[in-house]
Nanobody, 116 residues
Framework: VQLQASGGGLMQAGGSLRLSCAAS???????MAWCRQAPGKGRELVAR???????FHAASVTGRFTITRDNGKNMVFLQMNSLKPEDTAVYFC????????????WGQGTQVTVSS
């Protein structure tokens, strides 16, 4: 499956952005996730939405970010509110097949920059 992330941009602290991830085919059987990588840091999991409906948000974004998915449209979203400068990163959409140890498919990433 091919993933196309969009919606990044430059935002002031306290603002909101909505990231979108469009998949090339059905995502019903996939766990979908958003990960990010800040300059000089490793990639970290931001949020995950399992194919069975399980949802996880990293502690650093809980209460501010929300992951949703629309299986009918083959899309995943990340609503980001109350943005902070430390949210600055490249955000990636990823998909994992059942029982896979790691994410199998990655989008190209979209840059989010939050100014103070």
């Amino acid at each position: 499956v091919q993933l196309q992330a969009s919606g990044g941009g430059l935002m002031q602290a306290g603002g909101s952005l909505r990231l979108s991830c469009a998949a090339s085919r059905s995502i019903r059987a996939y766990t979908m996730a958003w990960c990010r990588q800040a300059p000089g840091k490793g990639r970290e999991l931001v949020a995950r939405f399992g194919y069975g409906g399980e949802i996880f948000h990293a502690a650093s974004v809980t209460g501010r970010f929300t992951i949703t998915r629309d299986n009918g449209k083959n899309m995943v979203f990340l609503q980001m509110n109350s943005l902070k400068p430390e949210d600055t990163a490249v955000y990636f959409c990823a998909a994992r097949i059942p029982f896979s140890a790691d994410y199998d498919y990655w989008g190209q990433g979209t840059q989010v920059t939050v100014s103070s």
